[in-house]
Each structure stands twice: as C-alpha cells, then as structure tokens.
C-alpha cells in the first residue's frame, strides 16, 4: 500500500467491555503499520452494515472495521441479529467494500473473553490483517480499472 490506509472502526458498545478488547487488539494493529482511523459507535451489532453503508459512500476511509459481540440467549433473537449481520457485511464485502469482520458471535461471555483478549485469541489483530489485506486488493484492482480508462 503506497499510503497509510485510513480506517474507519464502527463498534457496537452493546458489551462494552469485549468491544473495548477487541478495539484495543485492532488499535494496536493498525498503529504497527502507520494506518490512521477513527471511531464510530453504534448501539448493538445490528446496525453495524448501516453505519458502515452510510460511511462507505463517502470516500474518507479505504477500509472498514466491524466490531461487536452477539451472545446466544434464551430466545431466537442470537440467530436473527447474528444471520442478518453477517449477510449485510457480506454484501458490503461484495459490493467492493474492504472491511474487517469482527464481530464475535459466542455461546457465552467467557467464550467471547477469550478471543477478543489480546494475550489469547487476539481477533483485533486478525481483523487487522484482514481489512489491510482487502484494503489491499482494492488499490490493485482499483488501479488496473485506472490504468484501462487510460
């Protein structure tokens, strides 16, 4: 990547203390490769690919962060928020928009502790890999359709 990628990190606070982990790792990561961001909250997971949509069409960010926590309850809602995310990212995703999927999806708290913890699972950190790599491919595929309008 010739520039610093800019990343834009839309977090759901709804577990506040896993999301704030999960910033962390990606912070971290992002720091390691001289990339900026910013911050953007959303109340639960579900309004994740919204924020993301809105911001994608405004050319600031090359990349995206998806970051939350869905944990499974005692009703159906787990599966509905949990498919209806992942589909809307997806699109997203398809629709050539670089990000980074980040939104821990557990049985339970201790599951979700576990990987969003910088000294054990680190899923910031992967999440970092992931948007710099798709960032990545953007620019690539971005320039061969720059170079064919020539």
């Not at 990628?5 to 962390?24: D, F, G, K, N, Q």
């Amino acid at each position: 990547m010739a520039n610093a990628p800019r990343i834009l990190i839309v977090t759901s606070r709804y577990y506040a203390h896993i999301s704030a982990e999960l910033e962390a790792g990606v912070v971290e990561g992002l720091e390691k490769v001289g990339a900026t961001y910013e911050f953007l909250e959303v109340p639960g997971a579900f309004e994740i690919p919204a924020a993301i949509a809105m911001a994608a069409g405004t050319g600031e960010w090359d990349g995206f962060v998806a970051l939350g926590c869905v944990l499974r309850g005692e009703t159906s809602h787990y599966d509905l928020i949990t498919n209806h995310v992942a589909r809307g990212l997806m699109e997203l995703s398809i629709s050539g928009v670089p990000l980074g999927f980040g939104v821990l999806t557990c049985e339970n708290e201790t599951q979700a502790r576990v990987r969003a913890d910088r000294k054990q699972k680190n899923k910031g950190a992967e999440v970092v890999a992931a948007v710099l790599r798709m960032v990545g491919l953007s620019y690539r595929f971005n320039k061969l359709i720059e170079d064919g309008d020539e």
